[in-house]
Structures are given as structure tokens and as C-alpha cells.
């Protein structure tokens, strides 16, 4: 067998790290070889491209790669009964124990592009259905890491912990079977549900506590050990759950075990179903939450499917939302989770105005309602929710001074006002911010003044969000007491600021300058509600030199 060993490649190359961005499954074929010595170390016969083997030839290694690692990509999909380093090359041959177990891995990394040290390593079927390997040092090495993972296992399912030697392995399981995993950059809401859908690929999750620290969405995720939690850990850490946002940091937690009292959309013991949901109910249900997340323009990148936001046909977020709704390209059939969830979700769609979850549009009115009259102006509801989205218009209602509807730029830009505004206290009150049956705000009819309570905002110099790509669309973070301060000139000092800052009569407890850039500062105020109002105040406020500043809420603390 002096000839090339032809593999085939399952699915597409990713350029992105996203969990549920675009997979195309019986996409394109593409032919690779590997040529070289290396061939004639297999025994089996040459089988037609395509074809289902026990082997999975894995390409695109980075270079110090080590065994484990290699044995760990497989062991979470049956037991590993050989392996193959071609170190040169980047590339390895894993055996399983049966032609499913190596179905269900190519399948499952075709849609889930496994990540080690930052590169995306590929997944293909071998041409070849066993392997025979010599005793070269390197494949003395890999078989004494096969055996040393194989006694830890003892030889059945799990999943393996990545160390560069087989005496590592040993400690995995003394790790803490809890994770605790912080989302960055939250642009979209992240729900428990969505949260199940990715850990539950690594194994089964017992228990999910998801909570707000530090002004970060953070969960504890529970599985049954520790090493299903370290696989879990070491595939999604990094990882972008919508394309260029939602980030998963992952660690191990502190706790062994978690003690959850409800089943609701916070918490949820999947052991007990019998748990009560307790009395709180969440300012927005899941299934709305679910139903704004999927169709926020740009979350899914699907470009071989109808829109730019339609689901990834095989990564069915199936338990996040339960959907399957009437409309959606049939392409994306095998979303379906029977009729039950299809109610609920058609509920939710048309509440956000979304036709099969895929138009941009949406129900982008919000209603806020327990405003101050004798404090809030349209400018000043314009300042605040553009902090979460463009605003177009805004009115205050003639009759009803407390109530205001303000017509953001998309539903989705209204979603996440939504989620972070309401409930918040401003002038005294705590505002209501609920989605609007209204689909637009009119305007006054010409020669009709109604005292200056509607304002059209559509061509204000002022939105963050303009700019396709915005660095504005990663520093979204809910109101916090701290503010993030940016275009300050550079005659401008402490003091000045701290002075502008109290003038409103607000309590300014602390300021820093960033050290690299003393164009940005942190300022700390005496409460949220005082630097909600501060940001209203002072956000574009001309500091001279034709530098205005700009005011956001910070996620960090001074």
C-alpha cells in the first residue's frame, strides 16, 4: 500500500468559534491525503469516500498536541481501542470500539468545532476501518496513554481530563463536578434553557443556578462527575454561544453539590421535577425570551439558509425553546419538538411581531409606564434606553403624563431595553417596561402641537449603535452605580469631573483614570438610580476642546 490515504471531510470549515453558528453537514466534499510513510502502518482495505469507519482521521492539531488530548476529542462517544500520532503531519487516526460511536463523534464535531489552544481541529471519516500500529517511541507512547485512560475508565463511556501525561489523568476526577461559567459580553439574553441545550452535549446536567454578580449573568452548572465537567470545560471555556458575543469563561466551582429550592426560569433541579416554581415571576417569560434571542439579527450566522438569522438546521436549540413554528424554512425542519411547544412559541412570535422568527422588524415599541411626569422629558428617555438600542421616537402621553412609548430601531434593541431598564428607579420611581401592541409612534399631524411630548429622534447624531460592527455592541451592560466615561480631553482633571458630576447633587464616592488611556475614567456614584440619572445628565456633555463625553454603564467596580 505505497499509495496516498485518501480521507474524506464531514461538514464545513468554521471560521468561527460560535456554538450555534452555521454546520452544513452534507455540505461540499473536500479531498484531502496524507501522504508518506505513515500509510503503510494501516491495515484494512481502501473503502469508497464517504463511508462510515470506526476510524476518525483528525486533521489541523496544533503542534505540541500530546496524547490525552487526542484520546480525550473521542472518549466522551465510546471507548477508544487505538490511536495513531502523525506529529508531523498535525494530523492523528482514532479507533473506536464501533462504527456508531465514531458516527455520533464525526457527527456531533461537524456541528460543534472542538477548540485546542485556540485551533479548531477537524473531524473526518478514515478510508481505513482498523488500525495497526508499530512499535516506533511515538506509538509506545500513544498506547501507554490508551491504557492508562482506558484503566481510569474501565474501558466504558465518560469523558477524559486533557493533561500532557497519563499520571495526569488520574486527578481529573477529584475535580469539582460544578462549573461556574460567567457570560461576557451579554448583548443577547442568555436563558437557563439555552444554557442546558450546550452543556447537556458533554453529559447529563443535574442541576443549573443562574444569577447576576457583579453586574455579570453567571450560572453553576452541576453534572453527575468531574471529569464530564472538565470535558465540558475545556471544549466551551472561550467560546462564543452567538456569533462575536455571549463569551463563556468557565471554572471549576468551590461547591460539590448545589441545593436548588425551585424550578423555575432561574433555577432548576432536573432530578426533582416536583419542585415548586416558587411565587416570583420573571419580568418576561422564557418563551419570549427565547423567541427575541433566536431572532436577533446576526445571533445565528446561517448564511447557506433563508435570512441572515434563520437556525442552524442540526444544532436544534430544541429544550431553549421548545419551537416548532409554522412558517420557517423547510429546511429548518428538524428544529421540530412536536406540537406542544408550537402554541407557546407562536404566542411569543407574534408578540414580537416575528413571522417565522426570522424578521428583523419585530415589535420594537416598548410602553414605560410609574415615570415621574414632573422630571422625565422625551430627551431624557432618549438618552437612557439608547444605552440598549437606537431610539427613533419617543412620547410622553398627553392624559397619562406617566406613560411613555418609545419606538427603538429593531425588536431585538427593545428585548434588551427591556430586560435591563425595567424595574429600575428613575426621579424616584421604579419604571415598568413592557413590550407595546403599538408598531410605531406617531408623530403629531402638522399644525397639532402637543407641548413638545413627542420628538422624532430617527436622524439624532447621538445613537451608538449606527456603526455595523460597533465596539458599542460589546460594552452592553446593565445599569450599575459605576459609569464608564469616555473623549475626555486631555486638559480635563479629576476634580473637574468630579465637581460636574456632584453638581447634580449626586454623591460621587470614587474616580479613576484608566492608567493606559486618560481619555476613559471610572466614576463611582452613591447608588444605580443616582448614576442612571447622572449618565441621563451628562452623557454628551461639552467638556471644550470639541470633545463631548460619553457615558455608559461599567461592569467593573473602583
Do not use: W
Not at 469616555?486 to 479613576?512: C, H, M, Y
Request: proline share 6%.
Amino acid at each position: 500500500m505505497d499509495g496516498s490515504v485518501h480521507d474524506i471531510t464531514v461538514g464545513t470549515k468554521r471560521g468561527s468559534d460560535e456554538l450555534f453558528s452555521s454546520c452544513v453537514p452534507n455540505g461540499p466534499y473536500i479531498m484531502n491525503s496524507a501522504n508518506g510513510n505513515d500509510s503503510k502502518k494501516f491495515k484494512g482495505d481502501v473503502r469508497s469516500p464517504g463511508v462510515p469507519s470506526r476510524v476518525v482521521h483528525v486533521r489541523k492539531l496544533p503542534n505540541d498536541i500530546n496524547e490525552a488530548e487526542v484520546i480525550g476529542l473521542g472518549l466522551p462517544f465510546g471507548k477508544v481501542t487505538n490511536l495513531l500520532m502523525l506529529k508531523g503531519k498535525n494530523q492523528a487516526f482514532l479507533e473506536l470500539n464501533s462504527e456508531e460511536c465514531a458516527q455520533t463523534m464525526v457527527s456531533y464535531y461537524s456541528n460543534v468545532t472542538p477548540v485546542i489552544r485556540n485551533h479548531p481541529i477537524y473531524m473526518q471519516y478514515s478510508t481505513h476501518k482498523e488500525l495497526k500500529t508499530d512499535n516506533s517511541p511515538n506509538q509506545v507512547r500513544a498506547q501507554a496513554a490508551l491504557q492508562a485512560v482506558n484503566a481510569l475508565h474501565g474501558g466504558g463511556m465518560g469523558s477524559v481530563a486533557i493533561s500532557a501525561d497519563a499520571s495526569g489523568l488520574a486527578g481529573a476526577g477529584a475535580q469539582s463536578p460544578v462549573l461556574r461559567v460567567i457570560v461576557e459580553n451579554l448583548f443577547y439574553p442568555v436563558t437557563l434553557d439555552v444554557l442546558h441545550q450546550i452543556f447537556s452535549k458533554f453529559g447529563t446536567v443535574l442541576k443549573i443556578i443562574t444569577f447576576t454578580k457583579n453586574n455579570q449573568f453567571q450560572a453553576l452548572i452541576q453534572y453527575a462527575d468531574g471529569m464530564t465537567a472538565q470535558h465540558a470545560k475545556l471544549s466551551l471555556d472561550g467560546q462564543n454561544i452567538y456569533n462575536g458575543c455571549c463569551t463563556l469563561r468557565i471554572s471549576f466551582s468551590k461547591l460539590t453539590s448545589l441545593n436548588v429550592k425551585y424550578n423555575n426560569d432561574k433555577s432548576r433541579d432536573y432530578t426533582r421535577p416536583d419542585l415548586p416554581t416558587a411565587d416570583s415571576q420573571p419580568s418576561i417569560d422564557p418563551q419570549t425570551m427565547a423567541a427575541a434571542a433566536f431572532a436577533a439579527p446576526g445571533i445565528i450566522s446561517a448564511t447557506p439558509y433563508a435570512g441572515a438569522h434563520a437556525f442552524p438546521p442540526t444544532f436544534a436549540i430544541q429544550q431553549a425553546a421548545g419551537l416548532s413554528v409554522p412558517g420557517i424554512p423547510s429546511a429548518l425542519a428538524s428544529l421540530g419538538v412536536g406540537h406542544t411547544g408550537m402554541a407557546a412559541a407562536a404566542a411569543a412570535a407574534s408578540r414580537l411581531g416575528l413571522s417565522g422568527l426570522t424578521v428583523p422588524g419585530g415589535h420594537n415599541v416598548l410602553l414605560v409606564s410609574n415615570l415621574n411626569p414632573e422630571s422625565v422629558t422625551p430627551h431624557c428617555l432618549f438618552i437612557l434606553f439608547g444605552v440598549y438600542g437606537d431610539v427613533m421616537r419617543v412620547k410622553i402621553l398627553f392624559n397619562k403624563k406617566e406613560n411613555a412609548l418609545i419606538q427603538m430601531s429593531d425588536g431585538t434593541q427593545a428585548q434588551l431595553a427591556m430586560s435591563h431598564l425595567n424595574g429600575q428607579r428613575l426621579h424616584g420611581r421604579a419604571m415598568r417596561v413592557a413590550l407595546s401592541k403599538h408598531t410605531t409612534v406617531q408623530l403629531p399631524r402638522e399644525g397639532h402641537e402637543d407641548q413638545g411630548l413627542t420628538k422624532d429622534f430617527s436622524n439624532s447624531p447621538l445613537h451608538r449603535f449606527k456603526k455595523p460592527g460597533s465596539k458599542n455592541y460589546s460594552n452592553i451592560f446593565p445599569p450599575s452605580a459605576t459609569l464608564h466615561l469616555s473623549n475626555i480631553p486631555p486638559s480635563v482633571v479629576e476634580d473637574e469631573l468630579r465637581r460636574l458630576f456632584a453638581s447634580s447633587g449626586a454623591t460621587v464616592k470614587a474616580f479613576k483614570f484608566f492608567q493606559k488611556d486618560r481619555k476613559m475614567a471610572l466614576i463611582q456614584m452613591g447608588s444605580v438610580e443616582e448614576a442612571i440619572e447622572s449618565l441621563i445628565e451628562f452623557h454628551n456633555h461639552d467638556l471644550g476642546e470639541n470633545h463631548h463625553l460619553r457615558v455608559s454603564f461599567s461592569k467593573s467596580t473602583i
